[in-house]
């Protein structure tokens, strides 16, 4: 399979690495930084593509890791030409833009997955054997000052994530959106906080900010019974919940007793696990995820409607 990486700053410049370890794959990339595309040629041994249209015609798919901004135009040729696309997060500028260009894609049988790689971060992944009915949630995602991702807000460029991954954990549609956010450094917004209410009375409280001292990514889930701890830097989770107490001694995961409730008839004990975290590279897995949809038919990781829904969201808090 031919792929080829439009846009090769320091994002691309991984996924083009990445792809390269792939035997399967065929690595091409595509920078309008004649210097830039270059360098990344000469390190890491791939083909350079002079226009964008030339990546697109000589490719099977693309990852199309530009500028936001120049994420539509780019697709949209691809799409046309009738190449899978793998889209950086946010999907698109706007949410128009993502409708059109979902449209687009529906219409000509084209595959779109877009990287929100947090869904594949490890920490998350732990967590799949567990029942995730959350009713409250407390995110933050912190950031040192970069100057390359200005381009986009803090919301767009990281409170996005979390965003994404709200939803997907919450599967209730959006009540009532509260926010607030201040430019501090850049003419966008640099730090934002959202207060967003669901249909079925979760409320997911996020915080995200771009000039920040120390880094941070960590998100709390709250929900009956059980409260779980998600360090998506480390990556880590701490799962506090209650268990049966013959659970307590029988149970697989290891668990150290913090408690005991008494109700009616029943027994319970409070316990901590931590799940076992997977070794694995949050990027390749998309990459694999990506290739598998293609290949095989394989369910989009995370769909153009998924993207267009935290990117409308994103909006929304964006205009408050």
Request: charged residues 20%; aromatic residues 6%; hydrophobic residues 45%.
């Given at each position: ?12 410049m991984i ?7 792939r035997d399967?794959?065929?690595?091409s990339?595509c ?5 830039r595309a ?6 890491l041994?791939v083909?350079i593509?002079a226009?964008i249209d ?16 120049a ?6 040729s ?17 949410y128009?833009?993502a409708?059109?260009?979902?449209n ?7 595959i ?6 947090e ?5 998350l992944?732990?967590?799949?054997s567990?029942?995730i009915?959350p ?9 040192q000052?970069k ?13 996005i994530h979390d ?8 599967k209730?549609?959006?009540?009532h959106?509260?926010a607030?956010?201040?430019?501090v ?7 934002a906080?959202?207060?967003i ?12 900010s ?18 779980m701890?998600i ?10 919940r ?23 008839n ?6 901590f696990?931590?799940?076992?975290i997977?070794?694995?590279?949050a990027i390749?897995?998309e990459?694999?995820a990506?290739?598998s949809s293609?290949?095989?038919g ?11 829904e935290?990117l409308?969201?994103?909006e ?5």
């Open positions: 399979m031919k792929i080829s990486v439009i846009g090769i700053g320091h994002l691309g996924h083009a690495k990445l792809l390269k370890q399967e794959i065929d690595v990339i920078d309008p930084n004649a210097d270059v360098y990344v040629s000469e390190e041994h083909p593509h226009t030339s990546a697109i015609a000589h490719s099977d798919a693309v990852i199309i890791a530009a500028s936001t901004i994420h539509f135009e780019i697709a949209q691809a799409i046309r030409a009738g190449k899978h696309c793998f889209i950086e997060k946010p999907i698109t500028s706007t128009r833009e409708v059109e260009l979902i687009l894609a529906e219409n000509n049988n084209v779109v997955q877009v990287g929100h790689v869904r594949f971060n490890p920490a992944l732990a967590l799949h567990y029942s009915e009713l409250f949630i407390e995110a933050h995602r912190l950031a000052f100057p390359r991702a200005t381009d986009v807000s803090v919301i767009h460029d990281l409170m965003i994404d991954i709200i939803l997907w954990m919450v209730s549609p959006v009540k959106i509260d607030n956010s201040v430019s450094l850049t003419e966008t917004a640099d730090i906080n959202t207060r209410t669901f249909e079925n009375g979760c409320v997911a409280n996020i915080t995200a771009r000039i920040s001292a120390q880094p941070m990514r960590k998100m709390r889930v709250f929900q009956k019974n059980g409260y701890s360090d998506f830097a480390k990556p880590s989770v701490d799962v506090y209650l268990a049966e107490k013959d659970e307590v001694s029988n149970t697989a995961i290891p668990a150290m007793m913090l408690g005991e409730i008494d109700a009616g029943h027994s319970k004990a409070i316990v696990e931590q799940p076992t997977p070794s694995i590279n390749i897995e990459h694999a990506f290739i293609i290949a095989h394989d369910p989009i990781a995370v769909t153009a409607h998924e993207a267009m935290a409308r969201i994103a929304v808090i964006a205009n408050q």
